[in-house]
């Protein structure tokens, strides 16, 4: 577990605003894709038996990141129900983006983005930028209000997937919506009880997906917000898809109209 030691190590759960994580694939994910963010990794005394575990600490030497070896991760603040797989890192959140900056992200893009208004749900939120990684998304944006935060059960969900994108935290959806709508970004609201079917729309413009939240589904006041109200349709008697099933079909559609266009 050797390797060149080019990151120093801190204790406690988080610090400075670093954000601790766990699990395999969030932490392979950023040994891969955002190594420079990985303030330091920890590993327990058996790790490195199995295919996987070699595979990541060889993934860390070669990037020149120590694995420190430790008896156990009760000083590492991990919430009760974490599966750690025998590894965590603390990372420095370089996926955070301010609302005047998001144009960043997309550059000469077409801009797809993701607008969460109070989803409470880690698992869910998590998921949302899973999806949000592998359709495309841009920006994820996150209400403050009644809102998940951004912490390592999200990035557990998001399986680290959190390092291909951005992610925007916002006071007020409505004046966020407004703001996507000033730079030509089209806001189109997600919810079983919208009138268009999401295929009859074309999905090809500067795109706001907004999400509601779990059970209530979206605000009336952010409804009247966005530019159209679309929906998912689905047989008949049959529940309506939880809000990141929901947004992981109208993401696939959007990418379908995408490629068949391009």
Not at 53 to 80: C, T, W, Y
Not at 173 to 200: F, H, K, P, V, Y
């Amino acid at each position: 577990m050797g390797g060149k030691r080019r990151r120093g190590h801190r204790n406690g759960p988080e610090s400075g605003g670093n954000i601790r994580i766990w699990g395999i694939n969030p932490v392979m994910e950023f040994l891969c894709r955002a190594p420079d963010t990985i303030v330091d990794i920890s590993v327990l005394p058996s790790f490195g038996r199995k295919k996987r575990q070699k595979a990541l600490l060889a993934s860390a030497e070669k990037r020149g990141v120590h694995a420190r070896v430790i008896a156990d991760f009760n000083r590492m603040g991990l919430p009760d129900g974490a599966v750690p797989q025998g590894v965590c890192a603390l990372v420095t959140p370089t996926w955070e983006v301010s609302i005047d900056e998001i144009h960043t992200a997309w550059g000469s893009e077409v801009p797809l983005v993701v607008l969460c208004d109070e989803i409470s749900d880690p698992g869910n939120l998590g998921a949302i930028i899973r999806s949000s990684a592998a359709f495309g998304v841009h920006v994820v944006m996150v209400s403050e209000r009644n809102s998940a935060r951004i912490n390592g059960t999200v990035i557990k969900a998001s399986a680290g997937t959190i390092v291909h994108l951005k992610v925007c935290s916002v006071k007020n959806t409505s004046r966020a919506i407004a703001a996507l709508q000033e730079r030509g970004i089209w806001a189109a609201a997600l919810s079983a009880s919208m009138s268009t079917r999401i295929w009859d729309a074309d999905l090809k413009t500067p795109l706001a997906l907004v999400l509601g939240a779990e059970g209530k589904g979206l605000r009336q006041m952010v409804v009247k917000q966005c530019d159209t109200r679309l929906h998912i349709p689905q047989s008949t008697g049959v529940e309506s898809l939880n809000v990141s099933a929901a947004c992981t079909a109208a993401l696939y559609e959007t990418a379908r109209q995408r490629a068949v266009s391009a």
